[in-house]
């Protein structure tokens, strides 16, 4: 939530979606920023669809990944382990990419596949295990635009590609290599083109020099 101080300012000059460019006159810096900053505070709503249970919720996130007290508890019950129901904090970078996209997708709705996974069976290593990861679709969407995305602009991740399942793992790994792969035939492919891709520099755009020139 906003301070409600700011909160206040904003609605007195009732310029919550004001910005400095569209401005007749200039704005005094202390007030402009002050309208980035509680912009940038505002919790981001992110809807969810859950596809094994078929329930919806929508979870307000911050900029930071940080949620208040009865989101954050919603949030682990939300994605909780499905076998044990075992329940345990989702990483807040984790969260953070997960607003992310949400931000992207305005509107749309993130349909997750699993989170937290805590059974017999699931690696030791797992992010899942961890509650790092995070596996999930958005309807209608090209997964390829939202795994070059997140792969583009994070680091210190695991992006995997399953085109076949129609989702995309995403997991934060504080202080670990970046490891992206795509899920063919049942076995992970690491280092797959499209991570390549997505990670090399846009070529400057060079002028064509003119015979003579
Ligand atoms: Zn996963």
């Known amino acids: 939530m906003l301070p409600l101080l700011i909160k206040a300012r904003l609605m007195g000059m009732g310029m919550a ?11 005094p810096a202390d007030t402009v920023s002050l309208v ?18 078929r329930v919806q919720a929508t979870v307000e996130i911050d900029h ?14 939300l994605f909780r382990c499905r076998v044990t129901n075992r329940e345990r904090p989702i990483a807040r970078k984790s ?29 030791l290593t797992s992010p899942h295990r961890d509650g790092r990861a995070i596996d ?4 209608g969407e090209q ?3 939202i795994r ?22 995403m997991d934060t790994r504080p202080t670990l290599h970046d490891t992206s792969w795509t899920f063919v035939n049942g076995a992970n492919r690491y280092n ?15 002028q064509a020099r003119r015979p003579g020139a």
């Not at 989101?71 to 682990?76: A, F, P, W």
């Not at 992006?159 to 399942?165: M, Q």
Request: proline residues 8%; positive net charge.
């Open 64 to 77: 930071l990944g940080n949620s208040d007290a009865a989101t954050t508890k919603k949030i682990r019950h």
């Open 136 to 139: 999930f679709r958005i309807r």
């Open 95 to 123: 969260l953070l990419m997960l607003k992310d996209v949400a931000e992207m997708y305005e509107g749309k709705t993130i349909e997750f596949v699993s989170v937290y996974r805590v059974q017999r069976g699931e690696s």
């Open 36 to 53: 980035y900053t509680a912009r940038a505070a505002t919790p981001v709503p992110v809807p969810l669809f859950d596809e094994n249970l």
């Open 192 to 206: 797959p083109y499209w991570a390549e891709l997505a990670r090399r520099p846009a070529q400057p755009v060079t």
């Open 143 to 145: 997964l390829r635009t």
């Open 17 to 27: 979606g004001w910005t400095a460019a569209a401005a007749p006159v200039p704005m």
């Open 148 to 169: 070059d995305y997140l792969w583009r602009k994070y680091t210190e991740v695991g992006i995997g590609w399953y085109p076949s399942e129609q989702f995309i793992h």
